[in-house]
């Protein structure tokens, strides 16, 4: 796989460290060992699973020509946080429409996320209903950037399109590299499946490298089907723009949905479990809205026997922890 072939900044340094899990697998007290990927520890301020992808979504606009970003996300969004984030570092303007998924849950006083989207001096923040057209929404403030003779640059929600997914295949090849000088047979994946960019790219990287661990996703918003199907469309793409030959089987493509509870960013019992039992056997920082959640499948699968005695599960850590000052009463209840 050629990644060389796309224009990319470089934000990572790699790999980003895989660690045991001891204390928390044995808490489980089942026979399977657990691995996290620390891709929270990716540079951008506060981290997460967004920089991979922005190292191609970035250079993309910079190639263009490109002086403004505009993105979207919801209220608490990490995705927003990290293109900010990047776009400051590289001189580029940044402006954020957010989607109030959850109504009345926008305050701009609130702290997490929303608090350094200001610290790191967002230029303008749109707020619109849940349910609006976020790439209309964003393509009309293009025009009206446009009008003042700005050069506008529209990164997707979650920069997951072909291009920002290319990072989340480079992870799946970096990955590889990495498990096999430590000699570590993992025998499954599991990642959060959210706007698709991060499990997308890690299947079509899986396949692209001939390494067919299978890879999982626990959903943070949609139903299984709706979700399988938008991974696996973007993966067509990705392995595409890529030059990945070989075919993608749709039966690759795994969701599950029974963690959402009643929506995305809204919390359940399992995600706080899952939070403060990975804050207080490993020192993991998790969040409320995917690591959280993703956790609590990954905890739940191995409760119920889902993987066999022996079975080595790597948990791709996919960052987020800023968003949990925004949930401080959630873990106090
Ligand atoms: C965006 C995000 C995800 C989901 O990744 P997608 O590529 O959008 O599916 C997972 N975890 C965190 C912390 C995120 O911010």
């Known amino acids: 796989m050629n990644f060389a072939q796309f224009p990319r900044r470089k934000y990572i340094y790699t790999p980003t460290p895989i660690e045991p ?10 026979e399977v060992s657990l691995y996290v990927k620390r891709d929270d520890l990716l540079p951008g301020a506060g981290g997460g699973n967004k920089t991979r992808k922005l190292e191609f979504c970035i250079a993309d606009a910079m190639e263009k020509k490109a002086d403004t970003i505009i993105t979207c996300g919801a209220v608490q969004s990490n995705h927003c946080r990290l293109t900010l984030s990047w776009a400051v570092k590289e001189g580029l303007d940044c402006h954020l429409v957010l989607e109030e998924r959850v ?5 701009e006083d609130a702290s997490g996320n929303n608090f350094l989207f200001e610290l790191m001096g967002v ?3 749109e707020v619109v209903p849940g349910g609006t057209d976020m790439m209309g929404a964003m393509e009309k403030k293009a025009a009206a ?3 003042e003779g700005r050069r506008p640059y529209i990164i997707p929600g979650g920069a997951s399109n072909a291009i920002g997914a290319l990072g989340y295949v480079s992870c799946a090849a970096e990955t590889m590299t990495q498990l096999n000088d430590m000699h570590l ?5 599991v990642v959060p499946s959210g706007s698709a960019g991060t499990h997308a790219g890690m299947v079509v990287g899986m396949v692209g490298s001939s390494s ?4 999982s996703g626990v959903n943070v918003s949609r139903k299984k089907d709706v979700q399988e199907e938008i991974v696996y469309k973007l993966a067509i793409a990705t392995a595409e723009k890529l030059g990945v030959k070989t075919a993608l089987d749709r039966k690759a493509f795994v969701c599950f949905d029974q963690y959402v509870g009643p929506g995305y960013s809204i919390p359940t019992d399992a995600m706080v479990e ?6 207080q056997t490993e020192s993991i920082l998790l969040d409320p809205v995917y690591s959280g959640k993703t956790a609590a499948g990954l905890i739940d699968l191995i409760r119920k026997d889902h993987f066999a005695p022996g079975t080595k599960v790597l948990f791709l850590h996919t960052g987020g922890s800023p968003a949990l000052y925004a949930y401080m009463d959630t873990f106090r209840k």
């Open 21 to 30: 899990m001891p204390a928390l697998s044995k808490r489980l007290g089942k």
């Open 103 to 107: 109504k009345g849950s926008y305050k």
């Open 123 to 125: 230029k303008s923040i």
């Open 145 to 147: 950037l446009e009008a």
């Open 185 to 189: 047979n993992i025998d499954h994946i």
């Open 212 to 215: 067919n661990i299978p890879v």
């Open 274 to 279: 899952a939070v403060k039992l990975f804050a």
